[in-house]
């Protein structure tokens, strides 16, 4: 007979497609076969800080929609690190110890995470320092967590990229214009890279591999000579300027974000080459809507591993997809890993060898 459990999970840092489909597999496994309690923890780690703590109880009929849901229904944050939280007064307060507490209020026998490397490593942390049983899922839009080929959220922001390069197509034929599109990516160049060869992109710059101005105005001018009056260019939002330089903007709270570089670039291939040029920026439209198949797939997949792990008492492991499987091995391993684009990267040399530009 199965020993009676209660789990939390939670979902911490950046948003993406997919979550909700991770939240049901994990309901569905524990509730309703295993017959355990769920718990679902509201606003990441602050719903363990609040008193009571901010939770809810998940049971099938509280999930059973929400397959196809973006987003995620528990709420999620990326802002304040629990070991430096901070304060209406200004100041930093390590505010781990009311994590741990929240955890054992609640009576918990292990805590689902889902999240990307950083979010993931905080609640390893606090895990290891209040004898916590957590077992971790990967998510990021980037897809560089260095130990799975795919993370939730992957798969539907390269849809939504590519289905925007299908449509700038069009208008960048009819104007003889060139379409920079710029697409998420914080420091890895994945969405750009497979988006580009997906959505039929003329040139593609990503963070990893050096470009050359003068080069992509030769490509654009190589084209025109062959007939090809437009250009399409993908750009990931953390690629520099050609001298090395970020490229950010700052909000009103004075925080340094990643953007702009889609419109540095539009401003030099302009003046260099005299080709009409236009930017569209995609931003969360990334995040957002509903996640495609794939995700909605590997998330369930993820889920009921992550149970899995919890019943055989395998904790302080993420799973990771792999050669088309569900494995899993230690958070500490999985966060040490950082996957960027390499210069030989299979896709890499699929683009070269397809006469698309990478800069260089």
């Not at 998940?58 to 629990?82: R, S």
């Not at 609640?123 to 916590?132: E, F, T």
């Not at 260095?146 to 390069?165: N, P, Q, R």
């Amino acid at each position: 007979m199965v020993e009676h459990k209660r789990i939390g999970i939670l979902t911490s840092g950046g948003d993406c497609a997919g979550l909700n489909a991770a939240i049901r597999a994990v309901v569905y496994r524990a509730a309703g076969i295993l017959g355990w309690e769920v718990f679902g923890i509201r606003e990441a780690t602050q719903g363990l800080m609040t008193r009571p703590v901010n939770s809810v109880p998940l049971t099938i009929d509280k999930v059973d929609n929400i397959l196809t849901a973006g987003g995620t229904i528990l709420g999620t944050t990326n802002k304040g690190d629990p070991f430096a939280f901070p304060m209406p007064d200004g100041s930093l307060l390590d505010r781990s110890e009311e994590i741990i507490e929240g955890y054992n209020l609640l009576g918990l026998n292990a805590l689902i995470g889902i999240g990307g490397d950083g979010s993931l490593a905080i609640l390893r942390r606090i895990a290891q320092q209040g004898n916590m049983n957590l077992i971790g899922i990967p998510k990021t839009i980037d897809n560089d967590v260095g130990s799975t080929d795919l993370s939730i959220g992957f798969s539907t922001a390269v849809d939504i990229a590519t289905e925007a390069l299908d449509r700038l197509h069009f208008t960048a034929a009819s104007h003889s214009r060139v379409m920079i599109l710029e697409v998420m990516g914080r420091d890895a160049g994945h969405i750009a890279l497979h988006a580009g060869i997906a959505g039929g992109a003329d040139i593609i710059l990503i963070p990893e591999l050096p470009y050359s101005l003068d080069s992509i105005c030769q490509h654009i001018a190589e084209r025109q000579k062959q007939g090809k009056n437009y250009c399409l260019v993908v750009v990931a939002e953390a690629v520099k300027t050609e001298t090395g330089e970020p490229v950010t903007m700052i909000n009103r709270m004075g925080q340094a974000r990643l953007g702009g570089i889609g419109q540095y670039l539009a401003d030099e291939i302009c003046d260099r080459s005299g080709a009409e040029t236009r930017v569209t920026v995609l931003g969360h439209i990334q995040r957002g809507g509903t996640p495609s198949p794939i995700d909605r797939i590997i998330a369930s997949a993820f889920g009921v591993a992550a149970v899995d792990l919890i019943l055989e008492e395998n904790y302080d492991r993420v799973v990771v997809w792999r050669d088309r499987n569900v494995s899993s091995i230690p958070i500490l391993d999985a966060i040490a890993q950082y996957r960027a684009v390499n210069a030989d990267d299979i896709l890499v040399e699929t683009a070269q060898s397809m006469g698309i530009c990478l800069g260089n």
